[in-house]
Each structure stands twice: as C-alpha cells, then as structure tokens.
C-alpha cells in the first residue's frame, strides 16, 4: 500500500482499498471464465480483521465458490505479507512469516447471458 492509499492518521489505509483489490479479483475472474468483465452486484458479507498502513505489502486472492446461469459467487482473502517498520526507520520492513489475513469477503457478480463468450 502507498502513501496515496493512507486515509485516517498513522497511515492507516482504508479499507475499501482491500474492496477495490478484491473487485479487480473478480473481474479476472470473471474474463477467464466467462471471457466478459461481468458486474459486481453486492457483497453479503465483509469482515476486516487486522489494520493495513502505508508501506505493507498486501497479497489477494479469489475463488469461485457458487456458479449459477449469469450469478457467480465468490469469495476472496487479503493477507499482509510485509509490514513496515516505520518505529526503525521511514523505509524499514519486515517480512512476516505467518501472513496475517486482513480482509475476507463474499460477493456476488453476474455475467448476463448474451455476455458469456466461453462454453462450459
């Protein structure tokens, strides 16, 4: 995360930068099933479970869970991988070795029929 992605004090991001990651998920996902972007209808459920700041590394990642005949059910996961340490210095980091799970999400998409280029 950037120093462009702090929004509250002690650069802290917010955490629709964690939504923003998840919906470039799903839009890949979507192309490589469908081979269309498809549209984000809504999230049932967003849980954020630690803080992101300025200088972490986030890793994302997202999974079909449920696909029906235009709706595709996903769910997706943001882990912090290195943390910066800004108490040592301005660009100090620590590579963690548990990754810690920031966001979990489970949203829903929809490919309209005559939008789904790919046979399954």
């Known amino acids: ?3 462009k992605d702090a929004h509250y004090g002690g650069a802290l991001v ?3 930068q964690m939504l923003h990651l998840f919906g470039d998920l799903a839009t890949e996902l979507l192309i490589r099933y469908d081979g269309d972007e ?3 209808v809504g999230y049932e459920e967003v849980t954020f479970l630690a803080p992101v700041y300025a200088g972490d590394y986030i890793e ?3 999974e079909m869970i449920t ?3 235009t709706s595709r059910k996903m769910a997706f996961a943001a882990r912090k991988v290195i943390t910066c ?3 040592l210095s301005e660009s100090a980091a620590d590579l963690l070795e548990s990754p810690i799970i920031v966001c979990r999400a489970v949203g829903t998409c929809v490919t ?3 939008n789904q280029r ?3």
């Open 1 to 3: 995360m950037s120093a």
């Open 14 to 16: 917010d955490g629709a």
């Open 38 to 40: 498809g549209l984000f």
């Open 60 to 62: 994302a990642e997202a």
């Open 67 to 69: 696909i029906g005949n």
């Open 85 to 87: 340490r800004r108490d």
């Open 112 to 114: 309209p029929k005559g």
């Open 118 to 120: 790919i046979q399954h």
